[in-house]
Every structure is written in C-alpha cells, then in structure tokens.
C-alpha cells in the first residue's frame, strides 16, 4: 500500500516559501493535514545494497509529480516504522521518502548485532542503495536529498559532505541536507570542525529541552553543524521541543504527550528549506528572529 491518505496534500505548503505565504498560514495548513498524513500507510520493499546484502525498506509516496526523494536514515534503537508521521508528512508535502532499517537497529531481522567501528559504513551503504535503485523503486522524480534524524542525521550529514570518521566524501547527485536534531562534537569519533567540509545546503533541526544524558548536556550542542557549516543553512529551533517530539518519531512508546504544534512548525519549515534549497534559492525567507515562547529559524 501507498502512503497516501484521502485529502491530504501537503505540496501546497512546500511552496510555501515561493508563494509569500505567512508562517502563520503554513503552520496552520500543515497542522490540519497532518491530521490526515499521519494515518496514511507506508509500503515495505526490499532492495540490494553494493555488498549484496538485502536493505529492507519503508516507504511514503509522494502523490502527484513527486518534488524529489529523501532518503532518510533513522535515530540509534529505532526503526523506520517508528517515523510514519514523519515521513507521511513528507510524503503529503510531495515528496518521496525511502527509509533503510539499519543492521543496527533491534528491529533488524539480524537482531541489531553490529560492531559499533561498522556501524556508519552500513547505514552509508544503506542510503547509496537507495540512490542507487531509484528507477527500481519507482521514486525517479526530482533531486535526491539526505535526511535522518539523530545517528541517522550524521550520516545524512556524512553524505553531504561532514568529515566523519575519515576524510570528507560528498555522496554525488546529493542536493540537500536534511538533519534533524544531528549530535555534537563527541570525540573521538566525532571532533570539533568536522561539518566545516559540508558542500551541500543544510537545514538543522533541534529544540530548547533537545537533551540527552552524556550525548547532549544542553541543547546547544545541536547546532554546532549549523554554526560549523559554510552555508547555505538553516536552523529551526523549536520553544519547548525535546528529541522526540515527544512521542511523535522515533519512540512512539514515550508517554509523554506529542509536541504537535511544534511538529507541524517543523514540517512546515522543512517543506520550505526543500522548496528553496532545490531550487537553487537564498533560505532568507526561512529566517525568523527569536520571541518570548516561540520557535525561531537562524539561517546564513
């Protein structure tokens, strides 16, 4: 089954950007279609990565002429069933998503058991299959994009062009960068300066109460790629927002309740960032500046 639901079309607001159209008016037109994207079914494939192992994939398809496919590469212990809201949302924004499930993950049919030192190279693997197979999937139209979030939005940062673990490889046909809440400097896996060799526009996604033990003492450490990066970038703050939403991605079991508001903000600016970025276009109109209680977008 697709992942289009009745009614629910978000590639209006992915030209949001283009038409003028108020933050206000996008956020309120995301967040009444979201209703209905987040229902929506996704289809599960399987395709062959470089090495010959098979990559299973969840998919979302774009309705109408799709604006362009994001492979997006999913958070450590999750699972891409786990950002059907997610990649629904996208996916009613236009766009085509295509999610690998990482050898990583304990979702994975090999029990998640994966030696830490192998783990980026697989999921690397895993989003080129992706690129790879574009015609096999059905999902030829428009530029291809990174995307992930947490783990998942270094890797995509890795194929954007981030110095990771070796020296810096921008993944070729990459158009944009997706990150949502990408980690900080950890090292020494991950060291001061390496999202300085990002050659791709970048939108960096992270919020006020977006904190991890060890990983993230505050949030600030979330937008070091923004402030390393050369541009163009974009950074979307969300007031309040935490590294789940949450229980909207990455770990539906939370109990705490979804931070919908600040979701359908943040889909709406990454509809957006697409739009502009793919375009070729200043992410100027992104900007907003801070106020008390409300999110705010940085750019440069």
């Known amino acids: 089954m697709t992942v289009a639901a009745a009614g629910s079309d978000l590639s209006g607001w992915a030209a949001a950007a283009d038409a003028g159209i108020s933050r206000r008016a996008a956020i309120a037109g995301a967040a009444v279609l979201l209703l209905a994207a987040g229902n929506a079914m996704a289809e599960d494939r399987s395709i062959t ?11 979302w398809r774009a309705r109408g002429k799709a604006r362009g496919l994001l492979a997006f590469s999913h958070g450590a212990n999750a699972a891409p069933a786990k950002y059907d809201r997610l990649g629904a949302a ?4 236009g766009y085509d998503v295509a ?37 096999m999937l059905g999902m030829t139209g428009g530029p291809a994009v990174a995307a992930g979030h947490s783990f998942g939005a270094m890797i ?14 921008v993944e070729p046909g990459i158009a944009a960068v997706v990150a949502w809440s990408p980690p900080g400097p950890f090292p020494p896996m991950l060291n001061p300066g390496a ?28 937008r070091a790629s923004f402030d390393e990066a050369p541009g163009p970038a974009a950074l979307f703050v969300g007031t309040g927002v ?50 008390a209680g409300a999110s705010w977008v940085e750019v440069k």
């Open 195 to 222: 999202w300085a060799s990002i050659a791709r526009p970048m939108l960096v996604q992270t919020g006020t109460a977006d904190t991890l033990p060890m990983m993230a003492p505050t949030w600030q450490v979330h």
């Open 90 to 93: 996208l996916a009613a924004g």
């Open 242 to 291: 935490d590294h789940y939403f949450g229980n909207i991605i990455c770990r539906p079991e939370r109990t705490e309740p979804p931070q919908e508001a600040q979701f359908a903000d943040a889909v709406a600016v990454t509809l957006q960032f697409l739009a502009l970025a793919l375009a070729g276009k200043p992410l100027t109109p992104l900007a907003r500046a801070p106020v």
């Open 49 to 59: 990565a470089a090495d010959g192992r098979p990559v299973p994939l969840r998919l």
């Open 99 to 135: 999610a690998p499930l990482h050898m990583d993950s304990p979702d994975h049919p090999g029990g998640g058991k994966v030696d830490r030192a192998l783990a980026n190279g697989l999921r690397l693997a895993d989003m080129r299959a992706i690129f790879a197979n574009r015609a």
């Open 156 to 169: 995509a940062q890795m194929l954007g062009g981030a110095a990771i673990g070796g020296p810096a490889v």
